[in-house]
């Protein structure tokens, strides 16, 4: 028996099977987790390796070009790029998209440990990171604080972290930018060297006397009890009193040579939240755990938190990386529940029967909600990926049900009982719809076999829409002709107008017009095929013309309410007069910019000593911003980040302080999949000047395009620094190595760590070093007392020569050679590929210096590999599309009359783009594609129609008119259902929804445009090449009795003789 | 002793069983797909693309008498839906065993 006999005769099996699935299904979706992306693994790895001491250039020669050519044979390997600065040499290691990231970090430590042989012996051996998302911080918080300030750490650590860390999945809670306790022991040199002491013997005496000693044990009668010595310092006035020197029989008390103080250490980077000091908390999810779900764990925890801080501790969010995300997922399911009512009014409107709307839109939920099973089974995420793509299914899965139920109905119109109809008339179409099932999955299994960045992206897409497609089918088959056979009146034939469907009798009525004037026109244009042909291959040809008017981008990019930036200062300034710059910033953006809602700002350096903080630009003159807005849509101004962004460059640009800076609307820098894309030109050479001033040169040139904006220079400028040249015989003379000496110096200036003080449970720094005003000047440093190896004292100036120096900047290198990046962002309103143009007619014919040369890159880059993983993708799809039709209808002929479709939505894509003014993306792009599937599907139903009329007698012309009207109404179902099923996303409502735009925008364009012209192309095209084979059949049959008849002439005059 | 050859479209199979089940006529042989194209027009049944619906042909042996209240039914059928396709031929068939 088949399929659909048992579905009508087992109709309590039939149902309780798709319960089941439906069931399973709510159960999956209900355990699904949320997420923006399926789960990518970056495939970067990191080698770190430190030489402390060395500069730039070293590290450059010794450590990262032996590790880099020796790591060049990693399997798999895209890209190395690498950093050497001062002390430490950081390689990056770019993995091919989809590569096993375990088996290359294995590999590159195999590669490490064969090559530490090369590295210098002081070398610390190279550190091997794996770079995963999770190293992401998925929440920043904001603590600002009044008189509890200076406790801040020590509050933050206790209450928040502690509490923050036991949560499941929360990986690592940072603190940045609190002020840390120290006790200073600010040394008077003049005294110092009066009592002969240095700064050395007090470090000395300090630690000696701040220690607790076990000193026993005493036995008193039958108990023994320890005895200890505690001499650590109980409060820090203790260290005031500690006795340093008993010369000449008087007690010299340290704070008599220096002050004592229990104080906050200088801060390096301080923090401003609104403009209050404040201290940042960086929140970093576990590897594999779900950001929505530790985000919603941790905010469950802060009321409970802010209730046990001091009453003037305030937490506040800056940042939530969930929130993006749970924006993004409920538009989209906004747009899947509107498509779906979408759905069922197109085809309540073309079928006007309530019962056979109900049995066809069925398919749709049971269709989608396998696609649930699929992700539950698979570990994926309700993510923007596994959404879209039932967006773009809804449309397409109702159509099998619509062919089965079609037929079941003209069944039944011949007097066929419901149940009889519903087998017979099945087993009719069964074939053919499982055939046309197999073009769409030919579209979308490519999709599943993508390498690259796009595989991980649409991957995901490729299965999803194939299983919801083929599971459509399989309802189609069994479910809608079980339901057809029970629901189905019998009377199925003619609209009866009763009641509330007096409504249909118009729509019947202009239904019925439409299809009589289709045939009217078809009629026209069969007779006038040339015309027809040539008239739609020009719109092609002009549409190609469009093309090169529709600008090119990456991936379009996202209002997600944020915007980061970074301002430089001139160098050498100190943290205290960044700060004051950045309250000027603060009071602009207050004034003009009334939408940033919260606005942490941070001067200095990164303290931090993770990857990041090594990847990142440190510096005292550096201050970064993180700015949130409310959503757009909640904005009452209306102005997106990207407008902002660019007024707030125009203020910037006024401050005489700021060296340089960058805004960088969206918050991500440069990579990722909804940050701002970026034009990178690459100056490649090894010659450091030259290398410069071409960078130089093409950064004034790139900064005055019109699209480029904040145009920077991956090379630092050469650094100022003081250097302390030793002078080495004068040390010899004295007795005292450079390390010595170096020490010396270092012990007196950054100041000696002595020892700790402690206090409740908690460490603290006791750092003896000269006082403030004994460091102040270049005089200052000259005259730091250095000892000798039997005690006499020697100034600094004596021995060695302090020199200004301009430090050799970071060496930054990809692939093994030298770069510098001069880096772009996009303006407002400018799409990559109008700047790459522009930046590459610039490029044309720019003469570099020998040894220099010049590459565009950035997302640009990217973009290309992509646009090539593309290209292939849809070759493939059209290869796998023309086989499965070629096979379906036995033909060579027939597939490419269908085919001849695709160009003509290739012209809707781009007029739809062009009309909107949307960038051709990537987005558009799968769009694009994904319509090669749909617009055949509608070929398909016409020529197969055609053929039919044409086997059963019907000569061509006819044939071609009639299909075509009694086709009309399937095709245009489809096409409207897909049409309105992308609806929501291409109008773009809800938050985050513009990733998805271009993709509506695209299919929309292309499915209005193509179904139009399919439904006169093909029957054109059709006739041609039936008419064609018409007239050599004709023309064979001619001659074929031509020939009998001489032949028979001859054997006629032979007989004769 | 009378045969009647019936041939009708497949969807007509429940309805020419319960016809025979009324009629009490038990001797039948049953081909359940047959082709055919009809004597007075209507579509052929071919079972293939262009004509994708089958005919079940049936060989009724009966009584004399039972030959007409079958004939009658079977009319009624295919007036409700002379689209369908149903014919019946009756034929004598001389011996039984």
């Not at chain 1, 950081?90 to 064969?114: C, F, H």
């Amino acid at each position: 028996m088949k399929i659909y006999e048992s579905a009508v005769r087992k109709p309590v099996s039939t149902v309780m099977i798709f319960v089941a699935v439906a069931v399973m299904g709510l159960f999956s979706l209900r355990n699904l987790a949320i997420d923006m992306y399926p789960e990518m693994d970056l495939p970067m790895l990191m080698v770190m390796t430190s030489y402390p001491g060395a500069n730039a250039t070293d590290i450059e020669t010794n450590i990262t070009r032996h590790l880099e050519d020796q790591l060049n044979t990693v399997d798999n390997l895209k890209e190395l790029t690498s950093n050497s600065a001062d002390n430490f040499s950081l390689i990056t290691v770019e993995l091919e998209w989809g590569a096993d990231v375990t088996e290359a970090a294995n590999d590159v430590r195999d590669v490490i440990s064969r090559s530490t042989s090369l590295l210098p012996d002081e070398a610390e051996t190279p550190v091997v990171f794996k770079f995963s998302s999770s190293m992401i911080p998925i929440a920043y918080l904001s603590v600002t604080a009044g008189e509890s300030y200076p406790a801040l750490a020590k509050i933050l650590d206790e209450k928040l972290v502690n509490t923050l860390n036991r949560i499941d999945g929360v990986g690592a809670v940072g603190i940045m930018g609190a002020p840390e306790r120290e006790v200073q022991i600010n040394v008077d040199p003049n005294r110092l060297a009066a009592y002969g002491l240095t700064v050395e013997s007090l470090g000395q005496i300090i630690a000696a006397e701040n220690v607790n000693i076990p000193a026993g044990t005493m036995d008193i009668g039958n108990h023994t009890f320890n005895i200890k010595a505690d001499g650590e310092f109980t409060s820090s006035d203790d260290l005031r009193s500690v006795v340093v020197s008993n010369a000449g029989g008087r007690t010299v008390l340290l704070s008599d040579v220096a002050e004592v103080r229990d104080t906050l250490a200088k801060m390096t980077q301080t923090q401003y939240f609104n403009s209050e000091p404040g201290v940042m908390i960086v929140i970093q999810k576990q590897s594999g755990s779900n950001t929505v779900q530790i985000v919603d764990r941790v905010f469950a925890e802060l009321p409970a938190i802010q209730a046990s801080l001091p009453a003037d501790v305030e937490l506040d969010i800056i940042m939530d990386t969930s929130e993006s995300i749970r924006d993004s997922i409920s538009s989209l399911s906004q747009a899947v529940m509107f498509a779906f009512i979408f759905v069922i009014l197109v085809v309540m409107f073309f079928l006007g029967r309530w019962r056979a709307t109900f049995i066809i839109c069925l398919t749709i939920p049971i269709s989608l909600i396998v696609s649930f099973i699929y992700l539950y089974v698979t570990g994926s995420t309700l993510n923007i990926i596994s959404l879209s793509s039932l967006s773009i299914a809804i449309g397409m899965v109702v159509d099998d049900a619509i062919v089965v139920l079609e037929n079941i109905t003209t069944h039944i119109e011949r007097g066929s009982k419901p149940k009889e109809a519903a087998i017979y008339g099945t087993n009719e179409v069964w074939l053919s719809v499982i055939a046309t099932t197999l073009v769409v999955v030919a579209v979308f299994m490519p999709f599943t076999m993508l390498g690259g960045m796009a595989g991980i992206m649409f991957k995901e897409l490729g299965w999803i829409v194939s299983i919801v497609i083929v599971t459509s089918t399989l309802a189609a088959i069994s479910l809608t002709p079980m339901l057809s056979a029970y629901l189905l009146r019998i009377d199925g034939g003619v609209h009866t107008y009763k009641g509330i469907g007096i409504v249909y009798k118009p729509i019947d009525a202009f239904l019925e017009w439409l299809d009589n004037f289709y045939a009217k026109v078809l009629g026209w244009v069969v007779r006038n095929r040339k015309k027809t042909f040539f008239s739609t291959m020009g719109i092609f040809i002009i549409s190609l013309v469009l093309l090169s008017l529709v600008p090119t981008e990456f991936f379009p990019a996202q209002d997600n309410a944020m915007i980061t930036a970074t301002v430089e200062l001139d160098q050498n300034l100190s943290v205290e007069y960044t700060e004051t710059v950045e309250r000027q910033i603060d009071a602009i953006v207050y004034e003009k910019y009334p939408e940033v809602t919260i606005l942490a700002g941070t001067a200095g350096a990164n303290s931090s000593d993770n990857v990041f903080a090594a990847m990142e630009r440190n510096g005292s003159n550096i201050i970064t911003y993180m700015m949130r807005l409310p959503r757009m849509s909640e904005r009452e101004s209306g102005r997106t980040i990207f407008e902002i962004s660019d007024l707030l460059r125009a203020d910037l640009e006024g401050i005489p302080e700021i060296r340089r800076f960058k805004v960088v609307p969206g918050g991500q820098d440069g990579g990722g999949m909804s940050g701002a894309s970026t034009v990178d030109v690459k100056v490649f050479g090894y010659d450091m000047d030259a290398t410069d001033a071409v960078a130089k040169d093409l950064e004034k040139k790139i900064a005055a395009l019109e699209g480029t904006r904040d145009v920077q220079l991956s090379r630092d400028e050469l650094r100022p620094e003081y250097n302390v040249t030793f002078d080495r015989s004068k040390l010899a003379y004295y007795g005292i190595s450079s390390a010595t000496a170096s020490t010396f110096v270092r012990n007196r200036l950054n100041g000696l760590d002595a020892s700790k003080y402690r206090e409740d449970g908690d460490e603290y720094d006791i750092v003896v070093r000269y006082g403030e005003e004994f460091r102040e000047s270049f005089d200052n440093v000259e005259d730091v007392t250095l000892y000798g190896a039997t005690g006499q004292p020697v100034k600094l100036h004596e021995v060695a020569t302090l020199e200004e120096e301009f430090a050799a900047p970071t060496i930054q290198r990809e692939n093994r050679q030298r770069i510098v990046t001069v880096q772009s962002s996009l303006g407002e309103g400018f799409a990559l590929g109008q700047v790459v143009n522009e930046v590459n007619a610039l490029l044309e014919g720019y003469e570099v210096p020998e040894g220099v040369a010049l590459e565009v890159g950035g997302s640009m880059e990217d973009m290309e590999d992509m646009m090539g993983d593309f290209m292939t993708l849809l070759l493939l799809v059209v290869v796998l599309v023309y086989i499965v039709m070629a096979t379906q209808f036995e033909s060579l002929k027939m597939p490419f009359i269908i085919m001849f479709t695709i160009p003509f939505a290739f012209t809707g894509v781009f007029l739809a783009l062009w009309v909107t003014g949307t960038p051709l993306s990537m987005i558009a792009m799968i769009g694009a594609i994904m319509l090669v599937g749909i617009v055949t599907k509608n070929g398909i139903v016409m020529v197969d129609y055609t053929n039919l009329l044409i086997e059963r007698g019907m000569p061509t012309r006819e044939a071609v008119v009639a299909s075509g009207k009694s086709r009309l109404r399937p095709v245009l179902m489809t096409s409207v259902t897909t049409i309105l099923g992308m609806m929501p996303m291409a109008m773009g409502f809800g938050d985050g929804s513009e990733l998805w735009q271009p993709m509506g925008i695209a299919i929309i364009g292309g499915m209005a445009f193509s179904t139009l012209l399919t439904l006169f192309v093909i029957p054109v095209i059709y006739t041609m090449f039936q008419l064609n084979k018409d007239r050599r059949a004709g023309a064979a049959a001619t001659k074929l009795a031509n020939r009998k008849a001489a032949a028979a002439a001859k054997l006629a005059t032979k007989k004769v003789k | 002793m009378k045969a009647v050859f019936i041939s009708y479209n497949q969807a007509h199979t429940l309805q020419v069983n319960a016809i025979l089940d009324k009629l009490e006529v038990r001797g039948f042989t049953r081909w359940a797909l047959t082709e055919g194209r009809g004597s007075n027009g209507g579509e052929p049944h071919y079972g293939t693309h262009a004509w994708p619906s089958m005919n079940t042909s049936l060989m009724v042996f009966c009584k004399n008498q039972e030959v007409e209240p079958l004939l009658d039914a079977l009319r009624r059928l295919d007036a409700e839906a002379p689209q369908q396709g149903l014919r019946a031929f009756v034929l004598d068939a001389e011996e039984g065993m």
